[in-house]
């Protein structure tokens, strides 16, 4: 079975400060991984996505991820957080096919301090 | 603009009423699937169809069921609603084929059964 784990349930950074999220996958073949980001009162939004190639994929509004096969990780960063960053972030895995499903982490809420 | 939406984003019904939630996506996409997220939990799949007419239980089917008539449309059914189904609820939708392809969200509907 799929699964994953976000182990940081609330993170709070200063603005301009550097941010990493935690996002570890058990998923028995290739992985597809994906990270969202929900704003207040908001559907999610794509962050970045990784299936193959270079382990260090960049996104949208300044995010990278990192796919470290060994650790079975996949975490988020930011090298300069700014306070429009403030939300809830989901690490999700999947398979191809056309019945894949997506198994979302159970979160990580992000504050940003003045 | 890729869109999905969804009918209510607020939604406040009776213990024992019959409930839809509908969803309209305009990307010509596949698959479609509703969520449900409860704080700490995640992101968890009650139902998915792949196509018109097609559907799949996800991993909270009980108390749901869901109907797929046009492509465009996926509609959410609490058959009973009850207060445990007090939540926020998410239809997504997904371009099938192979290749990485997101699942693009909805603004969602909170749904409170009293």
């Keep these: 079975a799929q699964s994953v784990t976000q182990p940081d349930i609330h993170i709070t950074v200063s603005e301009g400060a550097s941010l990493e999220l935690r996002c570890n996958y058990s998923y028995g073949a290739t992985p597809y991984l994906f990270w969202y980001v ?19 994929v960049q996104g949208i509004k300044g995010f990278e991820a990192e796919f470290k096969r060994s650790q079975s990780s996949f975490n988020l960063r930011k090298p300069s957080v700014h306070w429009s960053d403030a939300a809830e972030y989901f690490c999700a895995v999947g398979g191809s096919g056309t019945a894949s499903k997506l198994t979302f982490g159970t979160g990580t809420r992000l504050q940003v301090t003045l | 603009d890729v ?4 009918s209510s984003r607020y939604l406040v019904k009776r213990t024992g009423e019959k409930v839809f939630l509908e ?6 996409h596949e698959n479609m699937f509703w969520y449900r997220q409860d704080p700490g939990l995640g992101l968890r799949l009650i139902y998915f169809s792949y196509d018109v007419k097609m559907k799949e239980k996800g991993d909270i089917p009980e108390g749901y069921s869901v109907s797929r008539e046009k492509k465009e449309r996926f509609s959410l059914i609490l058959e009973s609603a009850s207060t445990n189904q007090t939540s926020m609820y998410l239809c997504a939708s997904r371009q099938a084929g192979t290749g990485i392809h997101e699942q693009y969200f909805g603004p969602g509907t909170r749904l409170t059964v009293t």
Excluded: A, I
């Excluded at chain 1, 704003?39 to 990784?50: D, E, M």
């Excluded at chain 2, 869109?3 to 969804?6: A, D, E, I, R």
């Design chain 2, 3 to 6: 869109k999905v939406t969804q």
């Design chain 1, 38 to 56: 929900q704003s207040p009162g908001q559907g999610l939004q794509l962050l970045l996505k990784y299936f193959s190639g270079d382990t260090l």
């Design chain 2, 23 to 28: 969803c309209v996506q305009d990307m010509d």
